[in-house]
Each structure stands twice: as structure tokens, then as C-alpha cells.
């Protein structure tokens, strides 16, 4: 018997399972099998700029005839305090001489949130859903992305950001559970007062908005997913899992941390981008944690900490690398994303259907 819920009918789904969008490591390969598989496969495109974009929304489209969503980030644009950029400098300087890199670069904005250039791409390419994180868009281009038919979709970590989304004309909630892997997609409330597990966030925003919910964060097998469905959302939406796809675009060395991580191998840090994120612990994490707050605003730290994952990459160890994983890592699975889907689709049958 097969799940039905309002976004697999809004959508046609065979699944009410949704790969999460996940920039730098969600690949249209990856998106379009999950599609065709029968979920809603999502594009990472926060960082792109608006030709890269086009460029993957034509690869996905050319891939799956069914729907995909495309995801963007709507975050503030940062401050750049400089006495906190001099002593991260410094904090990393050690770390730059161990790798025989130049002098740490300074930082900047790498990527900008949803923009005007993107916007045109997302109205020429009308894909079925788009989403965001980290906030909203302006209200008139919300507006049109909905006028020219694409289902919207925005993370919400409390009920007061899924009220917020809400009455703002987003159309399905993702509530994002403190188990998530990669970046909090945390707005409105004070990022410390968000830190709401996904089986009590899900029931409560349920009961709040009246659009249809989609549960993130720790969701890694097919009872996760009948666990969600039962506290009412309309789809579950796996991150960590998808990291471990064929079609990802992780590199070998994340993929095996993840493939020897537990439950308890995670925490959230702001040292890679200056936001709120979890990760699997590596050594920079380690050491760095005790000076956190001497991280510059999102995305500032990027360029500075790119050098070294790419140190790290070039001599195979994780060190430095954004090892993005949710607390069910243990749960994901290196198969092809369809053999995952398929699964998961399985487990979900199964885990309802126990009595
Ligand atoms: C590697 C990775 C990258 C992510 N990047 C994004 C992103 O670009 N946009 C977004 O909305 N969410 C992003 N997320 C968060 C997911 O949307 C989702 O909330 C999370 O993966 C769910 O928890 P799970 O990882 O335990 O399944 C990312 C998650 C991971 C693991």
C-alpha cells in the first residue's frame, strides 16, 4: 500500500521522501536518481552563481522528467569585525605553517544569498519546487517564483520561524530537528533557543501551521520516516543519508568518517562558515572548539579555511574538511541513490505496517 500524504499528491511521489539539498555535495546525478526513484531529489545551489545554476538545472532536467526542487540560501550579509578576524588569522596560522601554505587569505563573501541574476535563471527554468533556508527571500520575488508556479518550501528550527514562513506565503514547512546535519537553518529565534529535537518540533509545528510539514534531522531508515509520518508531517527529509549516495559529490575521505561515525561523533560549530552547522568531529573542530567565538560572520571564514580542506584533501585526511553529517550517521548506506530510495521506501511499508 503505498504512502499518501499532500506533497506526494501536490507533487505525484511514489515516496514522501525528500534528498535534502546539500551545497557542494548534492550533484544533479544524485537529485535526478532520487527523482526517478520515486522522492523529490533536490539541487544544492546556494553557492552557485546564476550560469552554474543554469547549468545544473538543465543537467538535472536532462536527467529526470519528473519533479526536483532547487535550493537557495537568504542569509543576512555579514559585518566584518576586524579584531575577531585578526585572531582567527591567527588561530589558523599555525595550521597554514604545518601545511607549507602562504599567509592565511582574507575573508570575503564567496557565495551571496538569492539574488536578482538567480532569480531571473529560477523564472526562465521554472523548477516544480524551490527552497530556502536560512530565512526568505524579498516578498515580491517570493511572489513571482510562486506566480510562475514552483511549490515553495523554507526550513523552519521553532514554531515561532514556522508561523513566521508561513504567514509570509511559503507553501510547505521543512522543520529542521537539532539531530540535522549541516547548517541550521535557524533565522529568527536566538540560534540558542533553537535547539529543538526533531520528534518534539514536528508534532508542534504540525499543530501550528495549517500548510503541509517536512520533517529533517536524524531521520536515516525507513522507521525514521514512519516515525515523522505518524507525528503528522507530510514527507521525511534525509540529508547525512544522501551523503553516502554514489551520486554525491562527497569526497573519499568524507565518505569513510561517515561510514565509521556513531551517534555521539557530531557537534554543531560555527568554524568552517561562522553559522551554526553539525558535523562529524575532525581535528580542526577539536582544537579550535574553545576559540569559536573568535569565528567572523557567515560566510566570511570561508576563503580562510578553504586552504586547508583543500591541504587536507590533497594529502587524503579529513582533518580539515566540513565533515557534514546528522546524529544517525551510523544509519546511512554507500549504495546508488535509486537502491537507497527503493529501501528506504521498504523500510518505511514495513515500520507502518508493524503491529
Ligand atoms: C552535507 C549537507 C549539506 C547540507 N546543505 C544544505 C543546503 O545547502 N541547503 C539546505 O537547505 N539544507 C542543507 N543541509 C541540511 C538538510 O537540508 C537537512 O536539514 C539535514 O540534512 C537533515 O538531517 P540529516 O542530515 O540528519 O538527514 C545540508 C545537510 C548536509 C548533511
Known amino acids: 500500500m503505498a504512502v499518501r500524504t499532500a506533497l506526494t499528491e501536490r507533487l505525484g511521489l511514489e515516496l514522501p ?12 546525478a544524485l537529485a535526478a536518481a532520487v527523482s526517478n526513484a520515486g522522492g523529490l531529489g533536490s539541487l544544492g545551489s546556494a553557492t552557485l552563481d546564476a550560469e552554474a545554476l543554469a547549468g545544473q538545472i538543465a543537467e538535472a532536467g536532462s536527467l ?7 535550493n537557495f ?3 543576512e550579509r555579514p559585518q566584518d569585525d576586524q579584531a ?3 585572531a582567527f588569522r591567527a588561530r589558523l596560522a599555525g595550521y597554514y605553517a604545518e601545511e607549507n601554505l602562504a599567509a592565511v587569505p582574507d575573508p570575503g563573501e564567496s557565495y551571496l544569498p538569492f539574488d536578482e541574476a538567480r532569480l531571473a535563471v529560477v523564472l526562465e527554468a521554472r523548477p516544480a519546487v524551490v527552497s530556502f533556508h536560512f530565512g526568505l527571500p524579498r516578498a515580491e520575488w517570493l511572489a513571482t517564483i510562486r506566480e510562475a508556479g514552483c511549490l515553495t518550501l523554507a526550513t523552519a528550527t521553532t514554531v515561532e520561524e514556522a508561523r513566521a514562513l508561513e504567514a509570509a506565503g511559503i507553501e510547505v514547512i521543512v522543520a529542521q530537528g537539532w539531530e540535522a546535519g549541516g547548517h541550521r537553518g535557524t533565522f529568527r529565534t536566538p540560534f ?8 518534539a518540533l514536528v508534532p508542534q509545528v504540525v499543530d501550528a501551521v495549517a500548510c503541509p510539514v517536512v520533517a529533517a534531522g536524524g531521520i536515516g531508515d525507513g522507521r525514521g520516516i514512519a516515525a515523522v509520518l505518524t507525528l503528522g508531517a507530510a514527507a521525511a ?7 553516502a549516495a554514489a551520486e554525491s559529490a562527497a569526497p ?15 557537534r554543531v560549530t560555527r568554524l568552517f562558515t561562522g553559522r551554526p552547522a553539525r558535523a562529524l568531529v575532525a581535528r580542526y573542530v577539536a582544537e579550535m572548539t574553545p576559540h569559536e567565538t573568535e569565528v567572523p560572520d557567515y560566510p566570511l571564514p570561508g576563503p580562510m579555511v578553504r586552504p ?16 557534514w553529517s546528522g546524529q544517525a550517521a551510523r544509519l546511512a548506506r554507500a549504495e546508488p541513490a535509486a537502491a537507497i530510495v527503493a529501501r528506504l521506501g521498504r523500510e518505511t511499508e514495513a515500520a507502518l505496517h508493524r503491529r
Open 237 to 243: 527529509q534525509l540529508g547525512t543519508s544522501f551523503v
Open 84 to 86: 575577531r578576524t585578526a
Open 17 to 28: 521522501i525528500v534528498q535534502a539539498p546539500m551545497a557542494g555535495v548534492a550533484t544533479p
Open 192 to 199: 540558542e533557543r533553537a535547539q529543538v529535537g526533531t520528534l
Open 64 to 70: 529526470t522528467q519528473r519533479p526536483f526542487n532547487v
Open 73 to 75: 540560501f537568504c542569509h
Open 252 to 266: 573519499a575521505l568524507y565518505r569513510a568518517a561517515l561510514a565509521g561515525a556513531g551517534e555521539a561523533d557530531t
Open 308 to 323: 586547508l580542506t583543500e591541504a587536507g584533501l590533497k594529502r587524503g585526511v579529513p582533518d580539515f574538511h566540513p565533515l
